[in-house]
């Protein structure tokens, strides 16, 4: 029953942290939210992928 939000927080803290670490090392600010989006889609996916069917 927890499995999908898991799999769906821990895409988005595991993309966004690399997208936080990429915009404190380039200096910039668009990489956290780009990195939160992306590793929910991506986390999305494999909750389809191993559950949906």
Do not use: E, N, T
């Amino acid at each position: 029953m927890w499995s999908v939000p898991s799999y769906l927080l821990a895409g988005m803290a595991f993309y966004g942290g690399l997208g936080w670490l990429l915009d404190r090392w380039l200096d910039m600010s668009a990489f956290f939210p780009i990195g939160i989006v992306l590793g929910l889609v991506l986390a999305g996916y494999l909750a389809y992928r191993k559950y949906g069917r």
